[in-house]
């Protein structure tokens, strides 16, 4: 599901709730929880509630008016068009043009940004720049066999965002990872047949050699990703 429609989806879901004013806009400052419907309703409120918080953080743009957001959700859930500041029948249209405008506006400001990172990363001592645009550092070379395409390694790795945040550890598990060269994001894949075992390489991943467009988890999309890796070994030809 594309990004654009998730809070949409996510408002969908709420309309299909009762409201527990009948056809007051008012919202309750405090509610009791008197009976299981109580608790329900409650609950459903809240996981509603933070799914949309959630998603608005990953829309395009980013940028939400939460108090217009809440008369609007609440208009609807009491059926209030009569008080509708929006023509409905044209609401979808113009969330689908706002969201895929904001959405180029992001790409591109991440692609400026993108840019000047990676100039300024390969200037750096011991950078190496491959055809790809892949860009690596040696911190120690090994002295065993490289893995093939079709080979399974056993690593250790650390990958953060830009930013410096952690988004995923093996060295934090304490558990190696082990996993075909060729099933992993193309960066992965072209840096690991460079490293012979015993290696431990620092890689800069431009989005395009890691997940695009498309956000992965805690990966934003269009992220580059920074990766200290460690190959331990072999363990499948």
Request: glycine fraction near 10%; charged fraction near 25%; hydrophobic fraction near 40%.
């Given at each position: 599901?594309?990004?654009?429609?998730?809070?949409?989806?996510?408002?969908?879901?709420?309309?299909?709730?009762?409201?527990?004013?009948?056809?007051?806009?008012?919202?309750?400052?405090?509610?009791?929880?008197?009976?299981?419907?109580?608790?329900?309703?409650?609950?459903?409120?809240?996981?509603?509630?933070?799914?949309?918080?959630?998603?608005?953080?990953?829309?395009?743009?980013?940028?939400?008016?939460?108090?217009?957001?809440?008369?609007?959700?609440?208009?609807?859930?009491?059926?209030?068009?009569?008080?509708?500041?929006?023509?409905?029948?044209?609401?979808?249209?113009?969330?689908?043009d706002y969201f895929q405008?904001?959405?180029?506006?992001?790409?591109?400001?991440?692609?400026?940004?993108?840019?000047?990172?990676?100039?300024?990363?390969?200037?750096?001592?011991?950078?190496?720049?491959?055809?790809?645009?892949?860009?690596?550092?040696?911190?120690n070379e090994g002295t065993g066999a490289k893995?093939?395409?079709?080979?399974?390694?056993?690593?250790?790795?650390?990958?953060?965002?830009?930013?410096?945040?952690?988004?995923?550890?093996?060295?934090?598990?304490?558990?190696?990872?082990?996993?075909?060269?060729?099933?992993?994001?193309?960066?992965?894949?072209?840096?690991?047949?460079?490293?012979?075992?015993?290696?431990?390489?620092?890689?800069?991943?431009?989005?395009?050699?890691?997940?695009?467009?498309?956000?992965?988890?805690?990966?934003?999309?269009?992220?580059?990703?920074?990766?200290?890796?460690?190959?331990?070994?072999?363990?499948?030809?």
């Amino acid at each position: 599901m594309k990004k654009s429609f998730l809070l949409g989806s996510v408002i969908l879901a709420g309309l299909a709730l009762t409201s527990c004013q009948d056809g007051g806009n008012a919202i309750p400052s405090s509610v009791k929880l008197a009976n299981t419907v109580d608790s329900v309703s409650y609950g459903l409120g809240l996981n509603i509630g933070s799914d949309m918080a959630r998603n608005i953080k990953t829309l395009p743009g980013g940028k939400v008016n939460k108090d217009a957001l809440i008369v609007g959700l609440v208009q609807a859930l009491n059926e209030d068009s009569a008080n509708y500041k929006l023509d409905i029948a044209k609401v979808q249209d113009m969330l689908q043009d706002y969201f895929q405008k904001a959405a180029e506006e992001d790409r591109m400001a991440a692609q400026l940004k993108n840019e000047e990172y990676l100039s300024a990363n390969k200037k750096k001592d011991g950078v190496v720049v491959t055809e790809s645009g892949l860009q690596y550092k040696v911190i120690n070379e090994g002295t065993g066999a490289k893995p093939k395409s079709d080979d399974v390694v056993k690593v250790h790795y650390t990958g953060r965002l830009t930013d410096g945040t952690v988004f995923d550890s093996s060295v934090e598990r304490g558990t190696p990872a082990e996993f075909p060269v060729n099933q992993v994001i193309p960066g992965w894949t072209e840096a690991l047949q460079l490293m012979s075992v015993g290696s431990k390489y620092e890689l800069t991943i431009p989005a395009k050699l890691g997940y695009g467009e498309r956000p992965a988890g805690p990966i934003p999309a269009n992220s580059i990703l920074l990766f200290e890796v460690e190959l331990l070994d072999i363990v499948k030809k």
